[in-house]
């Protein structure tokens, strides 16, 4: 799994203007990304999600997360997050195991 990793670290970087992850992660643009596995959307403290986030009533785990990244506006129709997904399913599976190393603090 480590090259997954790796390769999740680097197409994180499309992401990096607006999330940050690991140890000290704070609120940008987008809500910080730790223990994203298992969290309720919409929960991080101190972040003022969209209504459309806020309320889609989704969990993030494996399957939510590839289902939404895919295509963010049409997984969660509203969101305020700019972003128009990214397409290559190695590349979503490689992000996932990226993302998936930070448990909650
Ligand atoms: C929300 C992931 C790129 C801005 C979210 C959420 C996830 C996510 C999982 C939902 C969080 C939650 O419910 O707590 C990602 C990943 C990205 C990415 C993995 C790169 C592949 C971006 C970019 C921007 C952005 C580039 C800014 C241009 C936002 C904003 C929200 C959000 C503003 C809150 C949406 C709302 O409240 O409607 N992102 N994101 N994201 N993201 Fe991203």
Request: with cysteine; hydrophobic share 35%.
């Amino acid at each position: 799994f480590a090259q997954d990793v790796a390769a999740g670290k680097s197409s994180f970087n499309k992401c990096l203007a607006c999330h940050a992850v690991g140890e000290g992660a704070k609120n940008k643009v987008g809500p910080e990304l730790n223990g994203l596995n298992g969290r309720k959307s919409g929960s991080v403290a101190g972040y003022s999600y969209s209504d459309a986030n806020k309320n889609s009533g989704l969990t993030w785990d494996e399957a939510t997360f590839k289902d939404y990244i895919k295509d963010p506006k049409a997984k969660i129709p509203g969101t305020k997050m700019a972003f128009a997904g990214i397409k290559k399913e190695t590349e979503i599976n490689d992000l996932w195991a990226f993302l998936a190393q930070y448990t909650a603090d």
